[in-house]
């Protein structure tokens, strides 16, 4: 199956993104990244160690798991509850700027579910939205600040996105 | 999971490590400004309480709340027990109004196992008898957990009214399987014949138990279910068997003391050991909401058996 996005590529999609986040918010303090676990966190990470090394501004990142907040939780009365796991934001996200980071943006429900679970830990300024991957079929109006990389699949494939943090390699490969 | 949560000894050791480990996040939502997830929006769950219980009735409801439930109380107190109707028949009028979990308390042994025959709500026991209190023990072991890590190897010593404790039986089944060694002492006319085949040793003396314990659980004196004189006073049996600081010492300098409530200070623990620096009977009451929140959002999914069939 072809693999789209290889580690090279990655790391240049990245600093990119990088670059775009200081532009777009001016270097602004207030900001903090949030990672929608599982493949957000360590591509949250990434970013705010990219961003330090631009421009020695440090952003907080936090973890966020929206499994209690999924919209088809209670509807599949057969089969085991999907494995929930810690959300760790240890910062205050009241008037800042949140950077939420996930691999691949599909549908667009877990970012409703992840928008809905951080407005729980506060008000932030604004909430921005960063995707590695977004692979379009949307079901909900929900866009992207931030995209790495527009892939046009069709609903019967799957987009695996890799990271080395996760899966030992650095790889975003299309699935039939 | 199963249907319902009658006991641990329904639960393998896969099954415990995924409650645990699910309490470990439903623990940080208590942590939150808002300690409030959707996540059981629409679901019914009846607390049906036939003895008394602060504990654990609030603990329940306080995780059913979290999880945004909608829970209603009944205390029999004030319910038609008091006309004369049967378990079976009150339950089978809670079931026609279609909770989808009923947490049973009550104080003949087995009676979770009956509604769960009659019911198609899911049963979740919170104590029958002399029998089992499984949140109970999952919470020992979360708070055992979250002190040392695991619970493999560790010696944990339980001293107290071991004939009347469905807490002693509930946690003997998990800690012996997740692999802990576990020792019991208490006067002989509370020790159970044949518990040694739990897998646990059976201690002559607290001093003995306690040794280089890891963990020392005390349990409580049930003088509510005690038929006979088991032993001649109170305070006699504290100077035999009473958690004192004393004996503290006889245990690893790193123990942790525990007891699942309610204490009966002077009689199973003293109160300088129950207020002291090794104390974690809060922490216990603590995580007790997260361990039942696990409880809860687990047995909301599929049944186990309908899903094989």
């Known amino acids: ?98 950077l939420l980071v996930d691999d691949v943006l599909y549908t667009g429900r877990t970012i409703r579910a992840a928008l809905d679970a951080l407005i729980e830990f506060g008000r932030p300024k604004v909430i921005q939205l960063i995707v590695l991957v977004d692979r379009g079929h949307r079901e909900l109006p929900i866009k992207a600040d931030y995209v790495g990389k527009n892939l046009p699949t069709s609903e019967s494939q799957s987009v695996q996105v890799r990271l080395q943090e996760i899966d030992g390699r650095d790889e975003v490969e299309i699935q039939e | 999971m199963k249907k319902d949560l009658l006991g641990i000894d329904d639960l393998s050791p896969d099954e415990i490590y995924l409650i645990l480990e699910t309490a470990e996040a439903m623990k940080e939502i ?46 029999v107190g004030t319910s038609s027990v008091l006309k004369g109707e049967t378990l079976a028949d009150t339950a089978l009028n809670i079931e026609a109004m279609a909770p989808d979990m009923i947490v049973l308390r009550h104080a003949s042994s087995g009676a979770c196992h009956l509604l769960s025959r009659l019911c198609r709500s899911r049963i979740i026991n919170a104590g029958d008898g002399m029998h089992e ?109 009473g958690m004192t600081v004393e004996r503290v010492r006889r245990a690893k300098p790193d123990v942790i003391i525990m007891h699942p409530g309610p204490m009966n200070r002077g009689v199973e623990i003293a109160s300088e050991v129950a207020d002291g620096p090794y104390s974690v009977i809060l922490e216990q009451v603590a995580n007790g909401v997260a361990v039942r929140m696990a409880v809860l959002y687990l047995m909301a999914g599929g049944v186990e058996d309908e899903a094989a069939a």
């Open chain 1, 1 to 98: 199956m072809p693999v789209v996005m290889d580690q090279d590529r990655m790391n240049r999609t990245l600093t990119r993104i990088a670059h775009e986040i200081l532009e777009r918010n001016r270097g602004d303090e207030g900001l903090a990244l949030v990672g929608i676990r599982t493949r957000g966190v360590p591509l949250a990470k990434r970013l705010a160690v990219i961003v330090r090394s631009i421009n020695q501004l440090e952003i907080p990142t936090g973890a966020l798991d929206i499994t209690l907040y999924r919209d088809d939780l209670m509807r599949h009365a057969i089969g085991v509850q999907p494995v929930v796991r810690s959300t760790d934001i240890p910062f205050s996200i009241d008037d800042k700027r949140i």
């Open chain 2, 133 to 241: 209190h499984p949140t109970q023990a999952l919470l020992d072991a979360f708070t055992i957990r979250q002190h040392k890590s695991t619970i493999e190897g560790l010696k944990v010593a339980i001293v107290g009214d071991l004939l009347h404790s469905r807490v002693l039986r509930s946690n003997l089944l998990l800690l012996t399987r997740l692999g802990a060694k576990v020792w019991v002492s208490g006067p002989p006319t509370l020790v159970p014949r044949g518990i040694e085949r739990l897998g646990v040793q059976v201690a002559p003396t607290i001093d003995q138990a306690v040794t280089d314990a890891d963990v020392v659980m005390l349990l409580r004196i049930q003088q509510e279910r005690m038929l006979g004189a088991f032993f001649p006073s109170l305070r006699e049996y504290f100077n035999v068997f």
């Open chain 2, 30 to 75: 208590g942590e939150r400004p808002i300690k409030k997830v959707p996540t059981l929006r629409g679901k019914t769950v009846v607390n049906l309480f036939y003895e008394p219980s602060t504990r654990t009735r609030t603990s329940f409801e306080i995780a059913e709340k979290r999880l945004s439930a909608d829970t209603l109380n009944i205390a």
